[in-house]
Each structure stands twice: as C-alpha cells, then as structure tokens.
C-alpha cells in the first residue's frame, strides 16, 4: 500500500525567509510524484510532477527535488502570496493511476 | 478550457435524503477520479473510471455510495441514502495524455444534517 508523509503540519515564515517542506513516501513502482497548492474552499492546483531519483524542477520561488525515499519543496524569499496548503501525493502501485495524497503542509508568510 | 466543472458547488442536505453531485471533465481527458476530503483523513480516492469505465472503486465507503460515467463528457456521484458521515467536500479530477497530471475541479461540499 502506498503511504505519503508530510512535514511539518504547519510552517510559519516571515516575508523572504527561505524553508523547505518535505514529503516522505512509500510506494510500489513510483510511478510519478506530484506537488499542489490548495488554497481555501479551491481545489488542488498542479505545481510539479517528479518521475525519478535527481530530477528537479522550478517555478517562481518554488523548487522541487525528488530522491528514492522523499520530495522536499524548496521555498525560496517567500511572498504572503506563497500562504496556503501544500500537498504531496504518489502515482504508483503497479499501475493504479489514482493518487495517493499526504496530509499536506500548512504554509504561512507573514509580511 | 474551463478546467474540470463541478455541481452544485454547496449542498446542504437531510440525513436520509439522496445526493446526486455532477462532474464534466477536461475535455480530451481519458481518466476521470472522484475524491473526497476531510480534515480527519484527508484527500481520499473513492473512484476512478478509464475512458468511461470503473476501473478502481476500492475507495467507495458501502453500498450507499454509486458513480456513474454515461459518456466522456459527464459523471455523476450519488449518494443514498445519505448520512451526517458524508459531509465533506468532494472532488473531481481529469487526466489525459501526454502526461498522468490529475487536474482538479473546485470541489463540491456536502453538508449532511
């Protein structure tokens, strides 16, 4: 069974002080490793997806890295536009394209 | 594209009465997932359906719960009879081809008095 763990719960920055969140996973075959922002009463928003052990990818003052056991996302002089839920889920199983999610990490920056 | 659209976006319903919640994916899309979010176990799978085929339902709760997919373009999510249990928030997401990226829709929440 895949498993994805979050941390931490929940994160408060000051406007431009860097943090990583990380996501630690379990998984039978990876197929894919997705990020996404969730923001109050919306649905999930597609950040990054991660296929293998290296890879990394940027966007804005975000950045995602992958290895065999957990993704970190990389928060680079964040903006109180940065606030909200970030989530971590798994593709993987033997084919199942379902998603596994973790609990997500509530992020806050203050100005 | 208007990205995956879900109604009704709230529904405030009485135990026992029946819930129909309505999905229209991406269009191209050939795989269709609903979900459900609660703040105790979070975003959980309930189904997923392949070019209009159920393919994984291991995530629906019991009998009380049926989902449909007519066509390509609509899926529908009921409940019945429902329960104060189901109150959460439901989503709908599609994926497709050249990638597995599940785009989501902005969620239904159900509220079960």
């Known amino acids: 069974e895949d498993q994805v763990t979050q941390s931490p719960e929940a994160l408060r920055l000051q406007e431009g002080e860097s943090s990583s969140l990380n996501c630690s996973y379990t998984?039978?075959?990876?197929?894919?490793l997705f990020w996404y922002r969730q923001d109050p009463g919306k649905g999930p928003e597609f950040l990054f997806t991660?296929?293998?052990a290296g890879e990394e990818k940027e966007k804005e003052r975000l950045k995602a890295t992958l290895t065999k056991k957990e993704s970190f996302l990389h928060i680079t002089a964040p903006k109180p536009e940065d606030s909200a839920t970030y989530l971590c889920?798994?593709?993987?199983?033997?084919?199942?394209?379902?998603?596994?999610f973790g609990s997500g990490t509530r992020l806050q920056v203050q100005p | 594209d208007a990205g995956v659209i879900q109604s009704p976006r709230h529904e405030v319903t009485e135990m026992g009465q029946e819930v129909t919640l309505r999905c229209k994916p991406i269009?191209?899309?050939?795989?269709l997932f609903w979900y459900r979010q609660t703040m105790m176990r979070g975003l959980e799978l309930l189904i997923y359906?392949?070019?209009?085929?159920?393919?994984?339902d291991s995530g629906m709760p019991e009998d009380r719960f049926s989902a449909k997919m007519p066509n390509a373009s609509f899926s529908t999510l009921k409940i019945q009879p429902s329960e104060p249990r189901d109150s959460a928030v439901y989503f709908c997401?599609?994926?497709?081809?050249?990638?597995?990226?599940?785009?989501f829709g902005p969620g239904t929440r159900l509220t079960v008095l």
């Open positions: 889920a798994v593709q993987g199983s033997k084919g199942r394209r379902a998603l596994t």
């Open positions: 997401s599609s994926g497709g081809p050249p990638t597995d990226t599940q785009y």
């Open positions: 998984v039978s075959g990876l197929r894919g």
């Open positions: 359906f392949n070019n209009n085929v159920p393919i994984d």
């Open positions: 269009s191209g899309h050939d795989y």
């Open positions: 991660l296929y293998s």
